[in-house]
């Protein structure tokens, strides 16, 4: 069902109030505040530590980019006579038929309940040292609330202000509203869209049937 909530001025803090509601916030910025601590108690600080957030940085609009389009848009299928079709995409689904559904705008609990145990345990065992293991959990947590806080953000209420967020908030409305094709980076704009082909000029774009209902007809 299609949400009908009234839009309504928004103010930074009334937004904040209604983020730390869900809690997809509360388990990612434990697992942040857990790792930082963990981090500082570890010390044994070298260069490598600092070249972690630097690269994940760098890297994550296309991270953001592979996953859209390649899991969150994942077209259900047979494989085996079993239909193909994660939680993840069905939720996705759910999100573009209706972006103003508020839990709908955040990652699935279900998915960080085996997701952040698996980063903890890549931290843990995939690096030469423990140090360098937790900084990048660190980073990893920090970006994920990132993630979060501007998708909630740019769905909610509020109002862009600064350019660069209205830009963000731009990037991502298009997505919904004009083209699901394109325009799938959520943090930045301009960024891996632009490199991979998917931020053309809006005006040179047909708005979509299918925006809101996914893959509909296909």
């Known amino acids: 069902m299609t949400s009908t909530r009234v839009r309504r001025d928004v103010t930074l803090r009334d937004a904040a109030d209604e983020f730390r509601r869900h809690p997809t916030p509360w388990m990612i910025g434990g697992v942040l505040v857990a790792a930082t601590g963990a981090r500082i108690a570890v010390g044994?600080?070298?260069?490598?530590?600092?070249?972690?957030?630097?690269?994940?940085?760098?890297?994550?609009?296309?991270?953001?980019?592979?996953?859209?389009?390649?899991?969150?848009?994942?077209?259900?299928?047979?494989?085996?006579?079993?239909?193909?079709?994660s939680l993840?995409?069905?939720?996705?689904?759910?999100?573009h038929a209706d972006p103003r559904d508020v839990p709908l705008v955040f990652i699935p609990w279900q998915t960080l309940v085996w997701l952040l145990p698996t980063l903890v345990a890549i931290a843990a065992f995939a690096f030469g040292r423990l140090g360098l293991g937790l900084t990048f959990l660190v980073t990893v947590a920090a970006l994920g609330m990132v993630y979060e806080w501007t998708h909630f953000l740019v769905h909610s209420?509020?109002?862009?202000?600064?350019?660069?967020?209205?830009?963000?908030?731009?990037?991502?409305?298009?997505?919904?509203?004009?083209?699901?094709?394109?325009?799938?980076?959520?943090?930045?704009?301009?960024?891996?869209?632009?490199?991979?082909?998917?931020?053309?000029?809006?005006?040179?774009?047909?708005?979509?049937?299918?925006?809101?209902?996914?893959?509909?007809?296909?």
């Open 157 to 218: 209420d509020y109002k862009p202000r600064s350019r660069s967020y209205r830009a963000v908030w731009r990037n991502h409305r298009h997505h919904h509203f004009k083209n699901e094709h394109y325009w799938f980076t959520v943090t930045t704009s301009g960024t891996a869209d632009r490199m991979l082909g998917t931020c053309p000029d809006p005006a040179d774009v047909p708005t979509s049937p299918t925006a809101r209902s996914l893959h509909a007809g296909a």
């Open 88 to 95: 993840l995409a069905r939720k996705h689904r759910e999100h």
């Open 44 to 85: 044994d600080w070298q260069w490598t530590d600092a070249l972690v957030p630097v690269v994940a940085l760098a890297a994550f609009p296309f991270v953001e980019w592979v996953i859209h389009v390649s899991i969150l848009h994942w077209r259900p299928r047979r494989v085996l006579g079993v239909t193909a079709d």
